[in-house]
């Protein structure tokens, strides 16, 4: 089972751009079928998922997001990289790295969330 850590700043200010990075452990980000996602939470509410970069590196993004979110990734340093630009305090939350695998049954695909980072929190505020 492969292990998380989140790192970044955990103050931002308003319209600067929030950068986090997720490193992995015991195991690749290269491996076939593996997903790795970012999913947040903010105050009182519950999770959103931010967005996602594949094993192959393609990217999916949150529509509502998609404007002000990049996600990449480092093979060398086995680790992936979210930056959400134009920042207000509503992007104040709790911001978790995961992976997930993905399987084929039958001629449908299944995603199955396999590890959690152990979160961090980011303020929005100047």
């Known amino acids: 089972q492969v292990q998380l850590q989140e790192s970044g700043p955990g103050l931002v200010k308003p319209s600067q751009t929030l950068s986090l990075t997720c490193a992995v452990s015991?195991?690749?980000?290269?491996?076939?079928?593996?997903?790795w996602s970012w999913i947040r939470q903010s105050p009182g509410k519950g999770l959103e998922w931010v967005g996602t970069i594949t094993f192959i590196g393609t990217t999916y993004y949150n529509p509502s997001l998609k404007s002000r979110t990049s996600i990449s990734r480092d093979t060398s340093k086995n680790q992936f990289t979210l930056q959400l630009n134009s920042v207000t305090p509503e992007d104040t939350a709790e911001y978790y790295c995961?992976?997930?695998?993905?399987?084929?049954?039958?001629?449908?695909?299944?995603?199955?969330?396999?590890?959690w980072g152990q979160g961090t929190q980011v303020t929005v505020s100047s």
């Open positions: 015991d195991g690749s980000i290269t491996s076939n079928n593996y997903y």
């Open positions: 995961a992976s997930q695998i993905r399987y084929l049954v039958s001629v449908s695909f299944f995603f199955q969330f396999e590890s």
